[in-house]
Every structure is written in C-alpha cells, then in structure tokens.
C-alpha cells in the first residue's frame, strides 16, 4: 500500500510539473496562496452546493477560517492584494491541495483532499479571446500529460441573466430567479409552484412570523426575529446566522404580499433550463424559445455561437462537445461561459477539469471595479486515472 501511494504521487507531482511548465510558457505566473482563507470570504461567494461542504473552524484568536475548498477565490485575494486599484492585467498558474467534505463518504473520483492545478487571467478586457484562449488551453493542458479521448460539455451563466432580463416580470422576481438559480432543487420546486399558480405557504410558525416582518427595516426584523428566537428557546443552528434567517423571513413576507408569476413565464423558464445537446442544436433550441415568447436575446446568443465558431476554427471537436443551459450552477461565482472536460470513466459530475468567466467575483471580494476574469482548474487526481484508462 505504501509504495502504491508513493507510486501515486510521484505521478501526480510528475503530471503537475507537466501542467505548470506549460502554464508558464504561456504567460502564466506560478502563485501559491495560503491554505488557511478567511471563512466568511468563502461562505458568502461560492455558493450553498460547496459552502455545506467547506470545513470551517475557529482559531484560538476568535477568527473563523477555513480550509479552502477551491483555488479561484484564493488566487483572486492574491490578485487584489498586489493590485489593489484591479487595474492591471495579470495570468496565474497554480498547483496545490483543496478540501471538501464528502456527504458521501470520501472515494477515488471525490477525495476529502485533492489537488487542484490551474490558471485564472484577471483584467483581460478582450473577454471573446480570452474565453477561446482558457478552453483551448484546458484541452492542450490534459492533451500535455496523455488524455486522447475526451469530452467537452459548456454552458453559459449569461444566457440565463438574459432570459430573465427578456421577461416581462416585475423586478422582485427577477431578483429572485437570479438567486434561486444557484440553488438547482430549490429553483425547480419554486417554479413548479408558480407553474401551479400556488401562493406560498400561509400557514405555520415560520409564516406567522414572517407577517409580523412587513414593513420592517432590516434592523427591526432583526430584532424581532432575535427575541421570538429568545421566547421560544429555540438555538440558531447550523451555518445560517440571525441576519441570515432575518433575511430568509422577510423574503417569504415579500412573497405573501406579492403577485404571482405568471403560469406561462414559468413554463418558458422550464424549457429553457431543459437545453441539452450538440452546441449549435441546443443554441438554436434557446433560440426559438426566446423567439416563440417573444423575447429578445440575440445579443447573449450572437456572443455564444462567435466562441464557438472560433473554438471550431483553432480545432476543437465540437462533434464530441455538449452544450446544456444547466451547466454552472454550483459556484455563484460564474457570469458567463463555463465549461468542463470528461475523460474515460468519467461522467459530468467527475469531470477532469473546468472553469469559466466571473466577472463579478473581484468586486465582492473589496475590488473598486469590475474585473473580466477567467479561469480553469484541474482535479488532478481525476485526470491522473483517466489517463491510466485511456492508455
């Protein structure tokens, strides 16, 4: 068993200074950011998918961290710490252990620790070239250390922001669609209930609550919701603090006062979000939706096809691609295209590596501006042994 593991990992480290030294040779800078990374920083950008799986703790100082779950947020600190204006122009490489609980229980393709080797360009404004120029580079890199088959599955956040902009729906629920996005399970029941032209839940402690909550400014409802907590000796638990909770109850007293959505918009919603296949086929299936509900998206879609005829152009398979307009929604982070590479054994939720555009991520993070950036990381572990079967 030792010398399996030793064998291991002077694989992995012989695949990473593979990776790496070509990063390097295409402009990128080897950065190592800490391990150790702030928990609130984490907790409030990456999304509810990988927060409940962040291992948080708090040190003997009082401050709570945790062990990073991915690199891009990390390498983005960094960034920001050597160009506090975002005012320049910078490419990152990297290679080193993340941490993520496994609900599953810990296995090969979903280790509790692995290690992530990638890049993130900040500050491009050329964001079109900068796109094709991190999928191309994803391919070449697992190309570098033996991948022959592969798969490629893109999406793109974008698409989505522009069919809600498109929607004649009143502002609180395109808000509110934008938030839920992130949170696929939750998304689909709440459009199932529109759908259904059902109200939202009127009745128990939580509504009850929540109605004396209307009107309320944020600090009030705060205050309520800490002394109901106090009478009723019931202990906040979990990850969720009080401002948290607050927030969550006057959405739903937002919701008891609000018009519903219209049956047919959620219905358009729904199929769009259903958009799989070839990625021309699927761009042109988004297409007529937006077309047969009368909706303007060309913009969003002129951008989607201009990638892909250029990643067609530089060689890239698209005979062998998918693209699915679920495809992105466990990071918050992302705003445009995302993308993923699939290797022998290997399905969409195993891919080997993948990435994508998050314009907005430097702003939340204290940036004055926003920064285009964009980004790929490899699960190398992942790689490794799809490589092992493709050989």
Request: proline share 6%; charged share 25%.
């Amino acid at each position: 068993m030792a010398a399996e593991s030793a064998q291991k990992f002077e694989a992995l480290q012989a695949q990473a200074h593979t990776l790496l030294d070509l990063f390097a040779r295409r402009g990128y800078e080897p950065v190592a950011p800490s391990i150790l990374q702030p928990a609130d920083v984490f907790l409030d950008q990456i999304g509810e998918a990988v927060r409940g799986r962040t291992y948080v703790f708090t040190d003997l100082a009082g401050d709570e961290l945790c062990l990073r779950p991915d690199l891009t947020v990390p390498v983005s600190r960094l960034y920001l710490e050597r160009h506090p204006e975002a005012d320049k122009v910078a490419r990152y490489c990297y290679n080193g252990p993340t941490f993520r609980f496994q609900p599953l229980g810990a296995s090969r393709t979903h280790p509790r620790e692995f290690r992530q080797a990638g890049i993130e360009c900040f500050g491009a404004v050329d964001r079109e070239s900068a796109d094709v120029e991190m999928v191309l580079l994803a391919v070449e890199a697992v190309r570098s250390v033996g991948l022959r088959e592969l798969g490629l599955r893109f999406g793109d956040i974008a698409l989505f922001h522009a069919l809600i902009d498109a929607l004649d729906v009143p502002e609180r629920w395109r808000l509110k669609l934008r938030h839920y996005f992130w949170r696929p399970a939750a998304f689909h029941a709440l459009l199932g209930r529109l759908a259904r032209g059902e109200r939202p839940d009127s009745e128990g402690p939580a509504a009850a609550l929540a109605g004396t909550l209307a009107g309320a400014t944020t600090e009030r409802a705060e205050e309520l919701v800490a002394a109901y907590l106090e009478q009723q000796a019931i202990p906040l638990a979990g990850s969720r603090s009080l401002s948290e909770v607050t927030e969550r109850l006057l959405d739903h007293a937002a919701d008891l006062r609000a018009d519903p959505l219209p049956k047919e918009v959620a219905t358009v919603i729904d199929y769009f979000l259903a958009v799989a296949g070839p990625p021309r086929e699927a761009v042109d299936q988004v297409a007529m939706i937006g077309k047969g509900a009368g909706l303007d998206m060309d913009a969003a879609l002129d951008v989607v096809l201009r990638r892909f005829d250029r990643l067609a152009r530089d060689g890239v398979d698209l005979g062998r691609a998918t693209f699915a307009t679920e495809l992105g929604r466990t990071l918050e982070y992302y705003t445009g295209l995302v993308f993923q590479i699939e290797g022998p054994g290997t399905d969409q939720t195993e891919p080997v590596a993948g990435g994508g555009r998050y314009d907005g991520l430097l702003v939340a993070l204290g940036a004055p501006r926003e920064v285009p950036a964009v980004g790929l990381s490899v699960h190398t572990e992942r790689l490794l042994g799809a490589v092992e079967r493709d050989s």
